[in-house]
């Protein structure tokens, strides 16, 4: 099992747990569990903008340096796209950033179906970068989809 942790809010969390199925949203924070409870592992979400990026930088940070909570293992970090252009150079510079310091670095396009429907299953099959996205924490976490 593993929680969507979003950045900042708006990231995606909710879409991409309803998209994929698998995992728990969190919301933008740590999660609060018993200190001596057991290694929860995390997926961090943010927004492919500088400010999005900047939040992710941020939030890893805390991690790293144990200023999050001990109990928490990031397993990687989803950048959703911030529009359908080509990102700026500071967003992919921090994404390059965060590979160095995250075990996973997703990547999840610009899908402007989202905007028309209240909830993004309305869409049908999930687009293509968001199955392999769930097929690839799939393998990571060896867990069911639920």
Not at 15 to 26: C, D, E, P, S, V
Not at 71 to 76: A, E, F, I, K, N
Not at 114 to 124: E, H, K, N, R
Request: proline share 9%; glycine share 10%; net charge positive.
């Amino acid at each position: 099992m593993f929680w969507w942790v979003g950045c900042h809010g708006g990231a995606g969390i909710s879409t991409l747990n309803r998209l994929t199925g698998i995992g728990y949203a969190y919301g933008p924070y740590w999660p609060a569990f018993p200190p001596n409870s057991r290694i929860w592992d995390v997926i961090l979400v943010c927004r492919g903008t500088a400010a999005g990026l900047w939040a992710a930088t941020g939030a890893v940070d805390q991690w790293r340096n144990r200023s999050a909570p001990t109990h928490v293992r990031v397993q990687g970090i989803v950048v959703v796209a911030g529009s359908e252009k080509r990102p700026p150079k500071i967003v992919t510079e921090r994404i390059q950033l965060l590979k160095g310091w995250v075990p996973n670095v997703w990547q999840v396009g610009w899908q402007e179906v989202f905007l028309s429907v209240d909830d993004p299953i309305d869409i049908g099959s999930p687009p293509p970068d968001v199955a392999a996205l769930r097929q690839s924490i799939i393998e990571l976490f060896q867990v069911p989809a639920r």
